[in-house]
């Protein structure tokens, strides 16, 4: 069955530092990619998407990820970290041959920035 | 645009005691429509998803029911509540067709069984 594995379920950068948060996933097939932002007491929200195309997707708030086939990876990045990032981020996939969009969830990366 | 609402925010409720939280949503027709629970520090459990009025697929058993009377709506209940039931619910909405859609979450339900 698919998975997705995000190494560090808490990362800690320096205010203006990058931010690098790791996610791979287990099938043969790429699937569909997301990526969310959980902010305190909140739902989710989407901060970007892979479904074809250019495989480096820029979303909102400065983040980009780039897709890599060869290292079933969809790592999220961005170049300088800012206070208000301080949140959790959760990886995601569809399995391209599933069904009703229905998202594989990883288990989060919860992301502290120190001043 | 469309947007999704969830109610309410927060609920304190004792042990035994019946559940109902409701989630519509607004701007769009037919979407798929998901349950979810977040335990404290812990990541999402699809709890139910539904892809048509009436029509409601369960993904763990447990201890909590659903349904969709309208379009728009999405509601999660129990009879009887468990401790066990605490957590974070959170509604989510997608467009149906195409499976490479992403969900769009409502702002969720803080559940606290006492």
Redesign the interface.
Known sequence: AQSVTQLGSHVSVSEGALVLLRCNYSSSVPP?L?W?VQYP??????LL?Y??GATLVKGINGFEAEFKKSETSFHLTKPSAHMSDAAEY?CAV?P?S??????I????TRLAVHP | SQTIHQWPATLVQPVGSPLSLECTVEGTSNPNLYWYRQAAGRGLQLLFYSVGIGQISSEVPQNLSASRPQDRQFILSSKKLLLSDSGFYLCAWSGAGANNQPQHFGDGTRLSIL
Request: charged residues 10%; glycine residues 20%.
């Open positions: 569909y997301f969310y007491n909140q739902g989710l929200q989407l998407k479904t074809t959760f569809i391209v599933g069904g009703y969009n229905k998202l969830f990883g288990a989060g």
